[in-house]
């Protein structure tokens, strides 16, 4: 059974960059695909985007000039940076888990919080 | 991109009586594959989203069989044939066919 745990910084200053862990246990992250998705009041659930167990990647293209997503085969573990943020970042983030081409997700992380403040 | 439109986005029910859930999308959702991929999802106040049923209509193990999922094309509907109380929370339809996915707006279910 799969099991992912999201940690990282919890405050950003505006400008700075995001930067995320999701740490994967049960499986290994070159079986799946694996997704950044993030949750805020204001634009609901968004799917930020996916790197795959090749190590390509797919960004959503409202986020893509600022997101960077990478992986690390040896500690069974993949990243999300966000690059110059605004408040409009703040949210949770959930990492996630998903068959070949992303066609759906199969298991959640618990999510972690993000706040863009000063 | 695909909108996903969910109806309504508040459902007040009564314990043992049916709900539903609409999902309609801006383009067809079929797959050049010949599959729909359309996910239900469904989350308690304070966690994290679960997978109900996936491809249309397939159920999750352990997801009830109250829970059906139907449709094709751009319209969707999530049915839950006896509301219990372990039910409440939003529900989320989202779109794994065309690029980027997107998800609908959520569906608040609340006990009357």
């Known amino acids: 059974h799969v099991h992912l745990h999201e940690s990282g910084s919890g405050l950003v200053k505006p400008s700075e960059t995001l930067s995320l862990t999701c740490n994967v246990s049960g499986v290994s992250i070159t079986d799946f695909y694996w997704t950044w998705i993030r949750q805020s009041p204001g634009k609901g659930l968004e799917w930020i985007g996916y790197?795959?167990?090749?190590?390509?990647?797919n960004y959503n293209p409202s986020l893509r000039s600022r997101v960077t997503m990478s992986s690390d085969k040896s500690k069974n573990q993949f990243y999300l940076s966000v690059t110059s943020v605004t408040a409009a970042d703040t949210g949770i983030y959930y990492c996630?888990?998903?068959?070949?081409?992303?066609?759906?997700?199969?298991?959640w992380g618990q999510g972690t919080l993000v706040t863009v403040s000063s | 991109d695909v909108v996903l439109t969910q109806s309504p986005l508040s459902l007040p029910v009564t314990l043992g009586q049916p709900a539903s859930i609409s999902c309609r999308s801006s383009q067809s959702l079929v797959y050049v594959d010949g599959n729909t991929y359309l996910t239900w999802f469904h989350q308690r106040p304070g966690q994290s989203p679960r997978r109900l049923i996936y491809?249309?209509?397939n159920r999750d193990s352990g997801v009830p069989d109250r829970f059906s999922g139907s449709g094709s094309g751009t319209d969707f509907t999530l049915r839950i044939s006896r509301v219990e109380a372990d039910d409440v929370g939003v529900y989320y339809c989202m779109q794994g066919s065309l690029w980027p996915r997107s998800f609908g707006q959520g569906t608040k279910v609340e006990i009357k």
């Open positions: 996630a888990q998903s068959p070949r081409g992303m066609t759906t997700i199969e298991s």
């Open positions: 491809k249309v209509s």
């Open positions: 790197i795959s167990y090749t190590g390509s990647t």
